[in-house]
Nanobody, 117 residues
Framework: QVQLVESGGGSVQTGGSLRLSCAASGRIFSSFVMGWFRQAPGKEREFVAHVRWSDGGTYYTNSVKGRFTISRDNAKNTVYLQMNSLNPEDTAVYYC??????????WGQGTQVTVSS
């Protein structure tokens, strides 16, 4: 089993920054892929970014490229999402997730990010 706990959400104004953290525990393997997703009110959950535990390789959805940075600290079993130049469209509950064999099977409880104009 894998447990994921997010932190770092909050409220900021347009143009502000936040850093989300996801502490992972349990059976974490180097083959895992860690992802961030978000769900805005009335919308479906969407993919934001992912990082590979093994080599740190990353991938982003187009809407956050150049503004968000995903990273991991293997020693701390923690994944981060640095979010810069935030705008109201980034307002959502952000979820951390882990993929062992292709699907994201493990999820955190989510952390709220609110960006005001």
């Amino acid at each position: 089993q894998v447990q994921l706990v997010e932190s770092g959400g909050g409220s900021v104004q347009t143009g502000g920054s936040l850093r989300l953290s996801c502490a992972a525990s349990g059976r974490i393997f180097s083959s895992f892929v860690m992802g961030w997703f978000r769900q805005a009110p009335g919308k479906e959950r969407e993919f934001v970014a992912h990082v590979r535990w093994s080599d740190g390789g990353t991938y982003y959805t187009n809407s956050v490229k150049g503004r968000f940075t995903i990273s991991r600290d293997n020693a701390k079993n923690t994944v981060y999402l640095q979010m810069n130049s935030l705008n109201p469209e980034d307002t959502a509950v952000y979820y951390c997730a882990a993929s062992a064999y292709g699907n994201f099977d493990y999820w955190g409880q989510g952390t709220q990010v609110t960006v005001s104009s």
